[in-house]
């Protein structure tokens, strides 16, 4: 089990280091499809374009690797994905078999997050794997266009080679009309960005002359302010000329309240001394009175234990008086009682003579029993009261012995009182002298801090002088400051607004200038468009006489030999259409390079113009119908006569 977990471990730490070594390749290769996209786009401008130079193949063919790189790279990628996916299902599995505990939980936990990590990854590998094959399907394409070029004599001979390449020329025909809508659009959007920045700077404009405006106020008023901070400044150098004065005499009467104030001192420190001595004279006294109190107490104490004493004693003499006396009647009952014993004795030997008295036998012994029980009882309770005379003697040794002690304190605390009373005598003369020295001590504390006092509030004054000349110098110094921020700032302004009016001159003379480009295109889309509409019409009369001719050549199935005649001129109808097809292409790519150029481009003509390829894919898309019925009728005669096809 413990091996198990190991391994487990072992793999989900091995899953966590492949997945980040997968997530920084997925950044490299993001980077890379980014790259190959703008190949892409610049290989699509080569397409579309007819002139095929030693640049232009290049470029092909850097594409073309790229792309190929990227397909293999993303390959790579989901098959080590797909080994990353089972090696976390193992774990998973062995998580299931072992079942519950803290260290499952925490790998449950990483599993999780390594699944999650991996959905991710999965998705970022199905983007890049999307866009390499939307890539190749672009080479692919492009590499059947150029195939079509170089064999168009050979490959009209094979109707299934004439069809995919009929179909790639479809998807090219419907690329280019996509791309020539996108450069329409971002000519649109490039125009209405430029006016959205005219409109922008304009706002600026005016934006920039209220600022200017309001600055010029600000700089008016701070000019004002200026003048009366000047004005309030020198009424400060005067007040504070005199104020030094006042504050130089202030400071003598300072130093002679500085002496006083040292003399004061040191009579306080004297006084403290005394306070102190008499204060541990006091203490003295007081620790010798709480000795006296409880020596008092103490006392009470003994003599309420003596008085308890001597009612005990008078208690346990009542009780040995009574002890005594019971006992000697105690002891008169078991001597009468002893007496009696031996009567009965005397009797029961007398009785047991005669037998015939059997009845007074056993009364005798009923009585007997009775004797000795209350014998019995006697003696118990005379040992009874002997162990409480015992205990009365015991504690009347016990009180004589307290009763000694106690009268030896009662002396020593006849003593203590005599000593207590010369004590307080003492400590009222103490508090005497305390009193008067604590009254001359708060007198000296009172004059102290008066001249605290005073000393205080000259300092406040002169405190508050120095503030009020630091605060002038300060609003000097910022007024200087922002009189100078706003030469600066005023200075800032006028060159954003002189740059800003070029750059205003600039935007309208562009727009202008676009203005101009814009009539121009729309012009060149109105005669490409004329163009594009007479081909149409061309088409249109064309495919008409290919109906026709099938027409008749269906009419003339039976005869074998002129079917080849029209099969021929078919094919060769079929190659006119071609070569107007391909005027039409180029015609269109004219146009778009006149876009292209341009940049601009109006909404009318744009509709004109994607009305007109509409027409073309329709009119192709009849050709195509053409062509395949032109197809089926060459395979009905090639069923017929394969010799006629080998000299077609």
């Not at 209405?192 to 008023?221: N, P, Y």
């Not at 005497?432 to 006092?453: G, I, P, T, W």
Request: net charge negative.
């Amino acid at each position: 089990m413990s091996i198990e977990l190991e391994n487990a471990g072992g793999i989900l730490t091995r899953v966590e280091l492949d997945s980040a070594c997968i997530a920084e390749k997925l950044v490299n290769l993001s980077m890379l499809m980014m790259h190959v996209a703008t190949k892409e786009t610049d290989f699509e401008a080569l397409a579309t374009s007819g002139d095929i130079l030693a640049d232009s193949v290049e470029r092909a063919f850097e594409f073309d690797f790229l792309s190929e790189i990227l397909d293999a790279e993303s390959m790579e990628l989901d098959r080590f994905l797909i080994s990353i996916q089972t090696n976390i299902d193992e774990v998973g599995e062995i998580i299931l078999s072992n079942g519950a505990g803290e260290t499952l939980m925490t790998m449950e936990e990483k599993l999780h997050d390594s699944q999650e990590s991996l959905k991710q990854l999965q998705d970022q590998v199905s983007k890049i794997r999307a866009q390499s094959t939307k890539f190749r399907r672009t080479v692919s394409c492009f590499h059947g266009v150029e195939n079509w070029d170089a064999d168009r004599g050979s490959n009209f001979l094979e109707d299934d080679q004439l069809s995919s390449m009929k179909s790639k020329i479809k998807l090219q025909t419907a690329e280019q009309q996509r791309h020539f809508l996108r450069m329409l659009e971002k000519s649109l959007a490039r125009e209405m960005d430029l006016e959205k920045k005219l409109t922008e700077s304009r706002q600026l404009e005016e934006e920039l002359k209220d600022r200017v405006h309001s600055m010029e106020q600000e700089i008016f008023f701070k000019e004002e302010e200026m003048m009366d901070i000047c004005e309030k400044w020198f009424g400060a150098e005067n007040a504070a000329e005199v104020l030094m004065g006042i504050s130089k005499e202030l400071l003598l009467r300072l130093q002679i309240f500085q002496l006083n104030l040292n003399g004061s001192i040191q009579r306080e420190e004297e006084l403290r001394t005394k306070l102190e001595n008499s204060t541990d004279q006091l203490e003295a006294k007081e620790i010798a009175l709480q000795k006296f109190d409880c020596s008092s107490t103490k006392l009470n104490l003994l003599v309420a234990q003596t008085d308890n004493l001597k009612a005990s004693l008078s208690e346990a003499e009542n009780n040995s008086v009574l002890a005594n006396s019971e006992v000697f009647t105690l002891r008169e009952k078991v001597t009468s009682l002893e007496n009696q014993l031996r009567e009965s004795d005397f009797q029961l030997s007398s009785v047991k003579v005669s037998a015939d008295e059997t009845d007074q036998d056993n009364a005798l012994c009923s009585e007997i029993n009775e004797m000795e029980d209350v014998i019995d009882d006697v003696k118990g309770k005379l040992s009874r009261a002997e162990s409480r005379a015992d205990n009365a003697e015991a504690k009347l040794k016990l009180l004589e012995e307290t009763n000694m002690k106690l009268n030896e304190e009662l002396d020593h605390l006849k003593d203590t009182n005599e000593k207590v009373d010369s004590l307080e005598r003492q400590l009222r003369e103490s508090d005497l002298r305390l009193q008067h020295a604590v009254a001359s001590v708060e007198a000296n504390q009172e004059k102290q801090d008066m001249l605290f006092a005073t000393i205080r509030d000259m300092e406040h004054l002169i405190e508050g002088l120095k503030s009020k000349v630091s605060k002038a110098e300060s609003r000097e110094e910022s007024a200087e400051d922002k009189c100078i921020i706003l030469s600066e700032t005023n200075a800032d302004l006028n060159e954003e607004l002189s740059f800003l009016r070029g750059r205003l001159k600039y935007l309208e003379a562009s727009l202008n200038q676009a203005e101009e480009t814009k009539m121009a295109t729309a012009k060149d889309i109105g005669f490409q468009t004329k163009v594009i509409t007479d081909l149409v019409m061309r088409l249109a009369i064309e495919r008409e006489r290919l109906h026709k001719q099938l027409r008749e050549a269906e009419r003339l199935k039976s005869h074998t030999g002129s079917q080849t005649h029209h099969l021929l001129h078919i094919a060769l109808l079929a190659l006119q259409n071609q070569t107007l097809v391909v005027k039409l292409q180029q015609t269109g790519k004219d146009a778009v390079g006149d876009i292209k150029y341009h940049n601009k481009g109006s909404g009318e003509d744009l509709a004109k113009f994607s009305a007109t390829i509409s027409e073309v894919d329709k009119a192709q898309k009849s050709g195509t119908v053409s062509e395949t019925e032109v197809a089926h009728a060459d395979s009905i005669s090639e069923l017929e006569s394969p010799q006629k096809l080998l000299l077609w």
